[in-house]
């Protein structure tokens, strides 16, 4: 269970809106600008044939379902901030959550609308995540120390792949 009196804590507050959320808003709002790009300037789209935009759809759908679930049994919400889980999905990427937003929402989006230029956003918010991804990570060393830059040498932030 989570503890909610922590969340008017300004550490905690601190911790919590420090990557994440802005990283995604940041996403959304990029993926949100491409797209009314793409309708202003009247951009050539992709169709796929139902069969297939539902089979993908629903591929990546279920990946990146597959993952946030995981993650929930590989490091519960009450361990988070407590102890370092080096297990599970933790064991073959540092931030599988971030990596679903980078690599899969991109890809449910541009198949939704239909869009080529979505896809590309895919190395520029690699690199935008990889930025600022790093003050979360001076945060876990702080809390973890050598444990935490053991792990960081040794398991990759995004792709699950060294």
């Known amino acids: 269970m989570l503890d909610l009196k922590n969340w008017l804590n300004p550490k905690h507050y601190n911790r919590l809106w420090n990557v994440g959320p802005p990283g995604l808003i940041f996403s959304l709002c990029l993926i949100y600008t491409t797209h009314w790009i793409e309708i202003f300037f009247n951009m050539k789209k992709y ?47 540092r931030h599988p959550i971030y990596a679903t937003i980078i690599f899969h929402l991109n890809v449910l989006f541009s198949l939704w609308w239909g869009s080529f230029l979505i896809i590309f956003l895919i190395p520029i918010q690699y690199l935008f995540w990889s930025k600022i991804i790093i003050r979360e990570e001076k945060y876990l060393v702080g809390i973890f120390g050598q444990e935490y830059i053991d792990y960081m040498s040794n398991v990759s932030r995004f792709i699950p792949w060294k």
């Open 47 to 93: 169709e796929l044939s139902s069969p297939w935009f539902y089979a993908i759809f629903f591929l990546v759908l279920a990946e990146a379902v597959f993952i946030l679930v995981w993650v929930l049994f590989s490091l519960p919400p009450t361990k988070r901030g407590k102890s370092l889980s080096t297990e599970g999905v933790y064991a073959f990427m």
